[in-house]
């Protein structure tokens, strides 16, 4: 089974703070990705990343940036948290063999006051 | 810009019948189609798929239906059950594109016993 660990449930941060979400894989796959689920809005990419070191923008990348630095590890940073950033955020995976099957996380329930 | 458009937030069923979940898209290249499910505080779950060159995909009670001409799709649950009560998002992607998905608003199916 594939499986998708994010380090926090809920999260609750205050305004301006620096924010770190990780999310860490048990397997070796290549493609990370960080989304945020909003009301009405579904699911919105973030950022992704195909390789250590290597990230992309999606398609809502302002006010985060991410890191991969081990194959198994892909953090979502938001260097100045900010009210807008209140959101749940989940991790994917995409395991190799079947075409573009993402596997999630439970999600990370950020609150920024 | 919405490329995957679900336009019916909820949807309502009686335990037994046919839930019918529909999706949009503009974006023509979309190539590839999928269904997720997600439970409250879990992360989304894959649950079936259907490439361009298919119009129809079946996997137990769940069909997807695809009409390209229309750049619509359609999940139908038969019979439906009380536990299939959960959001359900569809999400299209463009070739492999690094397994990138774009995803739908959602639809939150509920299943009355």
């Known amino acids: 089974d594939v499986k998708v660990t994010q380090s926090s449930r809920y999260l609750v941060k205050r305004t301006g703070e620096k924010v770190f979400l990780e999310c860490v894989q048990d397997m070796d796959h290549e493609n990370m990705f960080w989304y945020r689920q909003d009301p009405g809005l579904g699911l919105r990419l973030i950022y992704f990343?195909?390789?250590?070191?290597?990230?992309e923008k999606g398609d809502i990348p302002e006010g985060y940036s991410v890191s991969r630095e081990k194959k198994e590890r892909f953090s979502l940073i938001l260097e100045s948290a900010s009210t807008n950033q209140t959101s749940m955020y989940l991790c994917?995976?995409?395991?190799?063999?079947?075409?573009?099957?993402?596997?999630f996380g439970a999600g990370t329930r950020l609150s920024v006051l | 810009d919405q490329q995957v458009k679900q336009n019916s937030p909820s949807l309502s069923v009686q335990e037994g019948r046919i839930s019918i979940l529909n999706c949009d898209y503009t974006n023509s290249m979309f190539d590839y189609f999928l269904w997720y499910k997600k439970y409250p505080a879990e992360g989304p779950t894959f649950l079936i798929s259907?490439?361009?060159?298919?119009d129809k995909n079946e996997d137990g009670r769940f069909t997807v239906f695809l009409n390209k001409s229309a750049k619509h799709l359609s999940l139908h649950i038969v019979p439906s059950q009380p536990g299939d009560s959960a959001v359900y998002f569809c999400?299209?992607?463009?070739?492999?594109?690094?397994?990138?998905?774009?995803f739908g608003q959602g639809t939150i199916l509920t299943v009355h016993p």
């Open positions: 990343s195909y390789d250590v070191k290597m990230k």
């Open positions: 999400a299209a992607s463009v070739g492999t594109s690094y397994g990138k998905l774009t």
């Open positions: 259907i490439s361009s060159i298919k």
């Open positions: 994917a995976i995409e395991a190799g063999g079947a075409k573009n099957i993402q596997y």
